[in-house]
C-alpha cells in the first residue's frame, strides 16, 4: 500500500484555479493507478479522475462533471500526483482525496482502491 499525503487545499472564489497535490512514499507508485475523489458534505465520495500507465503507456480517464476543467498529471520521478482544477464553482466545494490501487484499469468506485490519503478542504465561494 501507498501512505498519501494530500495538499493544496483552501478558499479560492468562483473562477479561481487551484493545483492540489498528493505525495506518496511506497515502492510501486509508477505502476500504481493514482485517482482524485471528492466527498462534499451530505453526500457520497465522487470519483474526480485518475491516471495509469495504461496498456499503452499511460492513460488518464474523469468524471462527467469535471471534463475540461479539471486535468490530472503524475511525477514519477517525484512520487507526486496532481490534480489542476480550473474556473471552480462554488458546486466543487469538498475535501479531495488521493486514493491509489495497484493495476492498470482506472476504477470510478472509491471500494476499488485500498490506499487513501486524509483529505484536503478545497471551498470556492461565489
Known amino acids: 500500500q501507498e501512505h498519501l499525503v494530500e495538499s493544496g487545499g483552501g478558499l479560492v472564489q468562483t473562477g479561481d484555479s487551484l493545483r492540489l497535490s498528493c505525495a506518496a512514499s511506497g515502492e510501486t507508485f509508477s505502476s500504481a493507478v493514482m485517482a482524485w475523489f471528492r466527498q462534499a458534505p451530505g453526500k457520497e465520495r465522487e470519483f474526480v479522475g485518475g491516471?495509469?500507465?495504461?496498456?499503452?503507456?499511460?492513460?488518464?480517464y474523469y468524471g462527467d462533471s469535471m471534463k475540461g476543467r479539471f486535468a490530472i498529471s503524475r511525477d514519477n520521478d517525484k512520487n507526486l500526483v496532481y490534480l489542476q482544477m480550473n474556473t471552480l464553482k462554488p458546486e466543487d466545494t469538498a475535501v479531495y482525496y488521493c486514493?491509489?490501487?495497484?493495476?492498470?484499469?482506472?476504477?470510478?468506485?472509491?471500494?476499488?482502491?485500498?490506499?487513501w490519503g486524509q483529505g484536503t478542504q478545497v471551498t470556492v465561494s461565489s
Open positions: 486514493a491509489s490501487r495497484r493495476g492498470l484499469f482506472i476504477y470510478t468506485t472509491a471500494r476499488e482502491y485500498n490506499s
Open positions: 491516471t495509469s500507465i495504461g496498456w499503452g503507456g499511460g492513460e488518464t
